[in-house]
């Protein structure tokens, strides 16, 4: 590919770039959206997850293939043929004992063999630590496939990461603020594509704020420390999303009245993390949901009142 400048590709016709709403976008929105607009490309993003995403992912997907991965593909196939590009991005791991889970290695290839029969193209940027390819090398790699300079590329992650930090600890410290809040709070231990997903995430938290409880989100948490203090659970857990998660609880245990689990049908690390985290964190009221695709909400909101009830009962206002 014909190496161009940011400015260049703007006066010509700015490439767009088609993000789906799903899995990683939650955590990498404003990097990814801050360096492809460094970039002079356009960034169009899917719609919220809905019901003929989810359907359309589930047919796509192998049946073994975890809610997440369904709803994923189905966020692919709403963006086919409306953009340059589709990232999807690989990443294996941040350094040692700090993987990602295997989706996450395996999505690019998983998207472009569902995809063969399209003209679609697909990018991805990989990271991969251990191989000594790190984030910002990655994105520098991923500028130059597409035309860029390196000089350029380096440029746009930068500001892209500067922008990325300063809307994360604004997001912490928003969060950090609900924990002083009055009355019943539960942090929600989940990953950010499953509580930040609008089908499947949003309406638990809807549900709580309408019991007059205060959901919290587990991941938005200030990472660094979160990993440092997940060390106190396990020294050996692997999973670098669930190792913040952890560290997030081991944080915030005495701050909150319960914890709820939720977790995408059939997640592998979750499986093993959730069981953890009930046996770690003995004395804490522990609701394990388990979201699947199947419809209607109705078991979910009766487990979620039992449980709130419980909570109301302990704290003597209800
Ligand atoms: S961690 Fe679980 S929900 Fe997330 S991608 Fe892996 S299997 Fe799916």
Known sequence: MKERNSTAAIS?????????????????????KSF?????????VSKPTNKAMIEAGSTLAIDEACLSTKIYLGHIQSLIGKCDYI?????SNFG??????????????VVCNVFRN?????????VDALQKIDEEKAFVDLGTALGYDRKTAQKAYKRAKRNESEDWKKKVHEEEA????????????????VLGDAYIGQPVIDY?????VTPIRADVV????????????????KWELSRELMGSIQMHRDKVDGLILLSAFPCGPDSMVNEMIIRKFTGLPILNIVLDNQDGTAGLETRLESFTDILKLKKGVL
């Open 12 to 32: 010509v016709k700015a490439p767009v770039i088609g993000l789906p709403r799903a899995m990683l976008y939650d955590r990498y929105e404003v990097l990814w």
């Open 87 to 91: 990232l999807v991005p690989r990443i």
């Open 96 to 109: 040692l004992h700090r993987n990602m889970c295997t989706k996450f290695e395996s999505l690019y290839d």
């Open 208 to 212: 709580l704020k309408g019991m007059e």
């Open 118 to 126: 399209t003209d679609q193209k697909f990018v991805a940027y990989n």
């Open 36 to 44: 492809f607009s460094a970039l002079g490309m356009k960034g169009i």
């Open 222 to 237: 200030d990472r660094k420390e979160a990993l440092k203090q997940s060390t106190k659970v396990s020294k050996t857990l």
């Open 178 to 193: 609900l924990y002083k809040s009055q009355g019943i709070k539960v942090l929600i231990v989940a990953h950010s594509y």
